[in-house]
Every structure is written in C-alpha cells, then in structure tokens.
C-alpha cells in the first residue's frame, strides 16, 4: 500500500508538539524528557471536558494537533483510534467500586471504560459525524492501527486521520502491565497525488519477524520500547529528518515494513 502522509500530531515526555520535536528527533537539539501537561479540550462542552481522563485528552488533543497541521477540516477526514489498554484509571476505578461492599458503579466512569469513548468524545469535540474505528492489539496497537488507517486512505475517498495513545495505569495495573510515561501520536493519510505532504509511505507485511528498527538516543528508545504507542518513533524520526528510510515495526508474529519517500 501507498499513502501521502499529510500531517503529524505528537504529545510527549519532553515532546510537546511536532514542530518543536522535529529538531530533537534530528538529533540537532537535546532530549529533555520533562513530564506531559495536559490542556483541557477546550471543544468539548463543559460538561463533557469535566468527565475526561488524561488518556481522552491526550487522544484528542494529539488529533486536533495534526488536523490543523494538514489544513483539514473534523468533517473532511475519518479517524482510526488505536491504543493497547485505553483507560486503566477507569478500569481502576470500577475495579475498585466492585471490591467494595455497595459496588456502586459511577455511570460516567462506565461510560468511560468502553474502549471507543476518546472516538465519541472527538464526535462530541468537532461536530464530526464521519466513520471511526477503534482498535486494539495489545504491543503491537500502533501497527494495526496503521494498517487499518492506510487500507481506508487506499480505498476510501476521504483522508484518514490515525490518532495512537497509551497513559500508564496506576498500582496494582502498572506493575503487571508497566507503561513508560504517556504518549499520543497522529498522523493524517491520504491518496498520493491528492494534496500536499510531508512524505509518501509505502507500507508491506512481511510474514517473517525481523528485528524492530530501534532509535539512536538512548532515553527516545526507552520511550519506544516502553510504551506501546512509541513504536512509531522511528517513523516520526525519518519524517522529522526528511529522508528516505526503511523501518521495521513488530506485528505480532510478522513484521511491518515502512518506506518513506519524499512527498
């Protein structure tokens, strides 16, 4: 498959936004992984915004980013969720309420517990009434998410806007299932040849497992390996550093071939 990526979204640990991470993934400027501050979204109604967790803003907040990047408008692309766990401060919670004498459930912690909720939310947000799809697959949650965002902007007559996030759960969740720090990535897909880019990507499954494509610096690896959504790292590297690359993404038991090529 060949896509036009048209914009990147990115919200992370010394990484606050994708002009300001550029330099940093060209290695011309230090990694400082200072913690993640997280805005309200501001779109949501009050009501709405007051009901969010860090996970639904990040997603959100990752999307509107590269939406406005690629000139789009909400109604104009449809989106493609993807995240390994979703909210385990939800999972937590009414895990909690179950333990207790009265196991009273919060209806708003319910609802919050699906894991399509940041994809209703964004709804809520943009006044978008375009497909979307909600994914998870464990590790490898970034990867089919991709492959599933890259299959709709091959077919569909619309862009696809992908938006992956991970937050680490709290104890008990986090030691049996550890995150590094939170992280959300988006990027906006499209047909080559309708619009402007950042890059072309060519996207191959390969049967056979090989060995990730890892990053240079030492603490932006961490951040791959460590959660989930970090695994497109490398992708987000070649894109920021304008090169021709190959990039290899584990995919359960294949692997998913990228190639960027310029736009």
């Known amino acids: 498959m060949r896509v036009l990526i048209r914009a990147v979204g990115l919200?992370?640990?010394g990484l606050p936004d994708w002009s300001r991470s550029m330099p940093?993934?060209?290695?011309e400027a230090a990694y400082l992984p200072s913690p993640v501050q997280l805005a309200s979204v501001e779109a949501l109604p009050p009501a709405e915004r007051r009901r969010t967790g860090p996970p639904v803003r990040l997603a959100l907040s990752t999307g509107l980013q590269a939406l406005a990047g690629s000139g789009l408008s909400a109604s104009e692309v449809v989106t493609v969720f993807t995240s390994s766990g979703g909210d385990g401060q939800v999972i937590h919670a009414i895990c909690e309420a179950l333990a207790a004498d009265q196991r009273d459930v919060s209806p708003t912690r319910f609802h919050n517990s699906v894991h399509n909720a940041p994809a209703g939310y964004w709804g809520i947000a943009t006044r978008s009434h375009a497909a979307s799809t909600s994914l998870c697959a464990f590790d490898w949650s970034f990867a089919a998410g991709l492959l599933e965002a890259c299959a709709q902007a091959s077919t569909a007559t619309q862009p696809v806007l992908l938006i992956s996030y991970d937050v680490p759960n709290p104890p008990p969740l986090q030691q049996v299932r550890p995150l590094h720090d939170m992280l959300g990535i988006a990027l906006v897909l499209g047909e080559p040849g309708k619009g402007k880019g950042l890059a072309r990507l060519e996207v191959e499954l390969n049967p056979r497992a090989q060995n990730p494509t890892r990053m240079g610096n030492a603490e932006l690896e961490t951040l791959r390996s460590g959660n989930p959504t970090g695994r497109a790292l490398p992708l987000l590297e070649a894109l920021a550093a304008g090169t021709a690359r190959e990039i290899a993404l584990d995919y359960l038991d294949a692997?998913?071939?990228?190639?960027?090529?310029?736009g």
Not at 24 to 27: H, K, N, Y
């Open 11 to 13: 919200i992370g640990p």
């Open 24 to 27: 940093v993934l060209r290695g």
């Open 255 to 262: 692997t998913l071939v990228l190639r960027t090529l310029a």
